[in-house]
């Protein structure tokens, strides 16, 4: 018989859902039971306000006559009530379709606290070998008092890979110079440097891009800022179970258009707000 955490497990990408809502690993893996998987959800509840599971949840809930709100102290007296029903009535698409909304969300990013990429790389691109480089770029950072780095680059650039002979090349200025923001970022993940990362475009090329590097060097905090045309790509990055924090942040002037869909699919308590008008360039022409 079906049960609702059964029933849960059946909406798309329920367990990674949980799992970026901060829900134990081992309690939305697919070897957990349905009832710790419905536990761990009720704990998750209140990270996933307009999220298809919650909404589904309660139309579940309401179809069925349970009168109990979800959290985690609720978990077990809805299981036994769904327990002693002889038929479940199961939602169809229809009641739990995405709610509009473009509510703010509760975190908060501060973007005066990231330093463009581009000013770090004027105070570098003069060293002569790439450990020069990457020193100076470090110091550069230190020195600026941010907190973290604010990278703004077309998708197309996250074609080319940063080797050590390209690298050189570039800083003897006979080579491609977008080598050198490329190897800058790498540097900043090795030194598990926070980032804000514009996506242009699809945004395909350049998550690839920082998975790759995730797997090669690590990342530490990685905010993406989301775009109608990076959207798609952009989540199935952030459901991707990984070992880094890597969260979606919204200005309030894409909040209309996207917040409905993020929250959707993604746990709204996890999702930012991006604070400041930044200049995402380096400024020196402004």
């Not at 536990?39 to 579940?60: I, Q, V």
């Not at 990278?151 to 080797?163: F, G, H, I, M, T």
Request: proline share 6%; with cysteine; hydrophobic share 40%.
């Amino acid at each position: 018989m079906e049960n609702p955490g059964s029933l849960l497990r059946k909406i798309p990408q329920a367990e990674k859902i949980l799992f970026a809502a901060g829900a134990c690993e081992r309690d939305c893996s697919a070897k957990a039971s349905d009832y710790e998987f419905f536990c761990a959800f009720c704990k998750a509840a209140e990270k996933l306000s307009h999220n298809r599971l919650l909404l589904y949840a309660r139309a579940l809930l309401a179809k069925n006559g349970c009168g109990e709100e979800l959290s985690g102290s609720t978990a077990a007296p809805i299981w036994r009530f769904f327990a002693a029903l002889d038929v479940i009535a199961e939602p169809t698409e229809n009641d739990f379709f995405e709610e509009k909304t473009d509510e703010i969300p509760s975190l908060t990013l501060n973007g005066s606290d990231f330093i463009p990429l581009d000013k770090l790389l004027d105070e570098a691109k003069a060293s002569k070998t790439p450990t020069a480089f990457s020193e100076s770029l470090f110091s550069a950072f230190l020195e600026s008092g941010k907190t973290g780095v604010l990278v703004d680059l077309p998708d197309d650039c996250y074609e080319k890979q940063p080797s050590l002979y390209a690298l050189e090349q570039a800083l003897s200025g006979a080579g491609d110079p977008l080598v050198l923001r490329l190897q800058a970022i790498r540097v900043f993940a090795e030194k598990k440097i926070p980032v804000i990362l514009f996506l242009q475009g699809s945004g395909e090329k350049t998550l690839a891009f920082f998975a790759r590097l995730e797997s090669l060097v690590g990342l530490s905090e990685l905010f993406l800022h989301l775009t109608p045309d990076a959207f798609d790509a952009a989540i199935g990055f952030l459901l991707t179970p990984r070992k880094s924090l890597v969260r979606p942040c919204l200005t309030k002037e894409v909040l209309p258009a996207l917040a409905s869909r993020l929250y959707y699919r993604y746990p709204k308590g996890n999702s930012y707000l991006l604070l400041q008008d930044l200049c995402r360039k380096s400024c020196k022409n402004h």
